[in-house]
């Protein structure tokens, strides 16, 4: 199969769950913050989550643009389910850029085709305050071995995942940011949470405190320092695949504003509804926040058929780029989520009404705070210091 036939395929399939299974939870899966388990099991069912893995371990090898294309269809009808697979997405494409080679990473590669197993992340740690690229907690190493706890301060669905990629420092004499990325499959430790996830928004995302206690063979630790993985692969795929889920869920609150005036205009036909003028305001938002994540999804994809992909993307071009794609959608969905409630009014505030709006806005509030924008604006801004676009 070739691979816009293998994305027509997922993309029909991710529509159909989507429609049929996520929209039909969402609303239970918000009220009761509970994990998605029906919508993620319907697209391990349709084999999606295999969907980053290259052909030569048997998987479609979607690209950016298609990857994002699902995750923005999925959380339309459920922000969580399409946080949950995003998240997903973001660890098999580390696994996948950064295997350096290792016969474990690819024999995994082929087991995540073969068995669809659901991949967390834990980058987050008491001590430092939503930095990334810090960590307290290192991983020992013993007679081929290696043992590696850590105490997290949000895990996203670690308590459902089958293997959580976890971040630390590469030993215990290592600075803080010299981090290393270990696979720490379900079976090779325990998992303590420690605090809640009673949150305004993706209440489905599960993403309490845990306690990780674990040991496993030390091949499970990734070959490539984290310093590149996340240069490299988790920081473009992340805000590329992030800003697409945040425009899902924009876009559909700017459908259910459409149907709202459509109805309007059936009241008094052959007038425009004030409503109207409104929705074209917001829709020219919307297409700008959609056009940014496909230009720069493209690039990304256009860099990948490139000799000299990884100087492109530790350029300070690029960062800035990724940088200013994730603070603007993060800061764009939710004012076109309430643009739309404007437009729908009480109808679009009450919980139980058809063209109800609270879920799109406490959803898409999360942006923002998911890797602060202050953190990454001021990164930013010292980049900016020595910056020249040429
Ligand atoms: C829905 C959701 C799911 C998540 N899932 C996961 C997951 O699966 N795994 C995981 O490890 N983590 C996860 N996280 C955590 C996330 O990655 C961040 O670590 C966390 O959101 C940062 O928390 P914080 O606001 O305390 O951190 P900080 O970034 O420390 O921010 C705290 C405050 O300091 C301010 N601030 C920080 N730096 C600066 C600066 N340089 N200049 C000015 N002000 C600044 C911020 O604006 C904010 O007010 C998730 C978060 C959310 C919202």
Redesign the pocket.
Known sequence: MSNTVYFDTLHAAVRQIATKVAAVNAADVDSRARFPQETIAALKEARVLSAPVPSEFGGPGLNMKQLSTLCATLSGACGSSG?VLA?HFIQVACVVRHHGDSAFFKRYLAEIVATQPLL?????EVGT????RSSVCAVQRQDGQFILNKK?????YCGHADAILVTCRRDESAPKSDQSLVLVRKTDGTLIQTTTWDTMG?RG?C?PGFDLESSGPEEQIMPVGFGDIAAQTMVPYSHILWSALWWGIASDAVSKASVYVRGEARKNPGTVPPTATRLAEVSVQLQAMKNNWQTIAGEFDTFMSEPDSAEQLLSLGWALKMNNLKIASSDTAPQIVHKALQIVGIMGYKNDSPLSLGRHYRDAL?GS????N??IA?KSASMLLVFKDD
């Open positions: 946080m998240m967390a992340s834990i980058t987050s305050f939503g930095d990334t997290a301060t949000t895990g996203s993706m995302t993403s999360s705070l998911m890797i602060s202050d953190r001021s």
